[in-house]
């Protein structure tokens, strides 16, 4: 089993819908956690920290659920510019300091 | 943009030799990491610098090793370079207390390709 796991992609979505992505994380100690988005041959950029609470920035919506050890992220209103990679991760200090990225889900936002 | 910088930009270098990746953080930030991207996956975890030493390591061999200067910049070298080791090559800088919480933030990366 991979230690951070994505849902597998692509998406296909139009304009305007609404797409929701999952990830799973197999170690219970991780502490800290992350969406970002990958643009082709880009590095990846920070889209938002994922808290217990729920975070929310503009059409972004990201959820951690420490219980069932998944963290989400929500696209309300997709725009072609949404088009990207979105990768999750997941911080922890298990034997020393490790990033687990997972493999990323591939988003298309058709017109 | 992150103020991350790596160079070189691209590389090219035959099987077996060694090379030299450089990375200057973000100013403020205190950590560097360096991370290995093959074509249509993740990003993986090579390992963490923070003040100087190294803080954490992936599933990567010791031919990989790494160093951080006093200004924070860092270096990543590949000694006895195979073909699999072609990629693109990430460095992320942030800003941490040695927990690990903080948001990183990544240079272009360098693309390397053995030959």
């Known amino acids: 089993r991979k230690e951070v796991e994505q849902d597998p992609g692509p998406f296909n979505v139009p304009e305007g819908a609404t797409v929701a992505f999952n990830c799973t994380y197999s170690?219970?100690?991780?502490?800290?956690f992350f969406w970002y988005r990958q643009d082709c041959r880009k590095e990846p950029k920070l889209l938002m920290s994922?808290?217990?609470s729920g975070n929310e920035d503009g059409r972004f919506t990201a959820q951690l659920n420490r219980a069932s050890q998944y963290i989400s992220l929500l696209i309300r209103d997709s725009k072609l510019s949404d088009s990207a990679t979105y990768l999750c991760v997941v911080n922890g200090l298990t034997g020393g300091f490790k990033t687990i990225f997972g493999a990323g889900t591939r988003l298309f936002v058709k017109a | 943009e992150t103020g991350v910088t790596q160079s070189p930009t691209h590389l090219i270098k035959t099987r077996g030799q060694q090379v030299t990746l450089r990375c200057s953080s973000q100013s403020g930030h205190n950590t560097v990491s360096w991370y290995q991207q093959a074509l249509g996956q993740g990003p993986q975890f090579i390992f963490q610098y923070y003040r100087e030493e190294e803080n954490g390591r992936g599933n990567f061999p010791p031919r990989f090793s790494g160093l951080q200067f006093p200004n924070y910049s860092s270096e990543l070298n590949v000694n006895a370079l195979e073909l699999d080791d072609s990629a693109l090559y990430l460095c992320a800088s942030s800003w941490e207390q040695g927990r690990g919480n903080y948001e990183q933030y990544f240079g272009p990366g360098t693309r390397l390709t053995v030959t």
């Open positions: 170690n219970s100690a991780s502490q800290s």
């Open positions: 994922v808290y217990s």
